[in-house]
């Protein structure tokens, strides 16, 4: 509601919204102080439980920023990944991209129920995962940025979009990049976000293709560092071990730097969708470089990336609604 009235008086004195809030791929605007008066502890409440479970476990800083991306990707930003299946509802999480993989869930119920007890029917799932993917980002040591919020929640899940918008690791580079331009995301955006992969872990079933059978040769990827690539074979074999755990960014997995474009330039990123931003196109290639040159440039372009990656069509004003329990829809 308070919303409203600013984004009204605004336009009545003549003034754009823009100077305080994003606009929107799908209509609708997101601010920052969307609940400085209906629910002032939120961030902090965020902030807490999400500072709490990194210290327990410095990997869900990685998965709670992953689960952002994944949500914002289906449906827009709309909090439809945390869904359970119930009803006519079948769960994004049995999707390809997240059966096995997407995690963080239990630390956003903890969350949510603080939220609930602090203010009630007020702050939504998709707005606290954009703040939980801000507040692992900067705990790790990377940028931070304001927030926009407002962002209601979905009634309803998609498994196909989950599993056919989310880009895949073994995806082209020109397949990635339609992804991404189809949420309205552009190639500074792909790159900026793909240094995402500074932190966090990936399983063998990944990235495997690239050790053994990168082309239907018989041959590893040539694109991938012979010693690096013989180091990850002894735990990823050529069959088993599907669930086995690497790091993204060997060198500092559990730092958000720019480790992850000096990687790529030894040719030692560990996905196929990582090396490719070096390997099959011009423009990107300059910017890893751009990026593994200037950690500040980097955090700059990631942090304004985020932004427009969590304004992916929101629901916004009376659509969608607040669940008091984000696995479910409200009765
Ligand atoms: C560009 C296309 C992308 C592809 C193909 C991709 C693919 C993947 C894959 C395959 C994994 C490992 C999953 C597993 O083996 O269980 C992963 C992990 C991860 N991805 Fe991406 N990703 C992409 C972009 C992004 C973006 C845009 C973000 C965030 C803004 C992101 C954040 C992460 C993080 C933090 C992890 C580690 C999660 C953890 O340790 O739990 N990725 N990604």
Redo the contacts with the bound molecule.
């Keep these: 509601m308070v919303h409203y009235i600013i984004v009204i008086t605004l336009l009545a004195l003549g003034l754009s919204p823009h100077c305080l809030s994003s606009k929107t791929v799908g209509g609708g605007y997101l601010y920052p102080q969307f609940y400085d008066h209906s629910c002032p502890k939120a961030q902090e409440i965020v902030r807490n439980v999400v500072a709490k479970a990194v210290a327990k476990e410095p990997?869900m800083?990685?998965?709670l920023?992953?689960l952002?991306?994944h949500d914002c990707f289906v449906k827009g930003c709309d909090a439809s990944i945390l869904l359970d299946s119930s009803g006519s509802i079948i769960s994004e999480k049995r999707s390809n991209?997240n059966r096995?993989?997407?995690?963080?869930f239990e630390v956003i119920d903890e969350i949510k129920a603080v939220m609930e007890k602090e203010c009630p029917h007020t702050v939504s799932c998709a707005d606290i995962m954009a703040l939980a993917?801000r507040d692992s980002t900067v705990l790790t040591g990377g940028p931070s940025w304001e927030v926009p919020l407002g962002r209601r929640d979905a009634r309803g899940a998609s498994l196909s979009g989950s599993n056919n918008n989310?880009?895949?690791?073994n995806?082209t580079f020109q397949t990635?990049l339609t992804?991404?331009k189809l949420q309205g995301l552009g190639i500074v955006d792909?790159v900026a976000?793909?240094g995402?992969?500074t932190?966090?872990?990936?399983?063998c079933?990944?990235?495997r293709q690239r050790l053994y059978n990168q082309s239907g040769n018989g041959q590893p990827d040539n694109t991938l560092d012979q010693s690096y690539a013989s180091q990850l074979r002894r735990n990823c074999p050529r069959s088993g071990g599907d669930q086995n755990l690497f790091f993204?960014d060997f060198v500092s997995p559990i730092k958000f730097d720019n480790s992850y474009f000096k990687n790529l330039l030894a040719n030692k990123g560990l996905?196929n969708?990582d090396q490719v931003l070096f390997t099959k196109n011009g423009e990107s290639r300059e910017l890893v470089k751009t990026y593994a040159y200037n950690q500040e440039l980097f955090f700059l372009q990631f942090a304004k990336s985020?932004i427009k990656?969590g304004n992916i069509s929101p629901l916004t004003g009376y659509r969608g609604e607040i669940r008091q329990n984000c696995r479910k829809i409200n009765a």
């Design positions: 990997r800083a990685a998965s920023l992953r952002h991306f991209p096995n993989s997407a995690r963080g993917a989310i880009p895949a690791p995806n990635i992804k991404f792909l976000l793909s995402s992969h932190i966090g872990n990936a399983r079933t990944s990235f993204l996905l969708s985020m990656m």
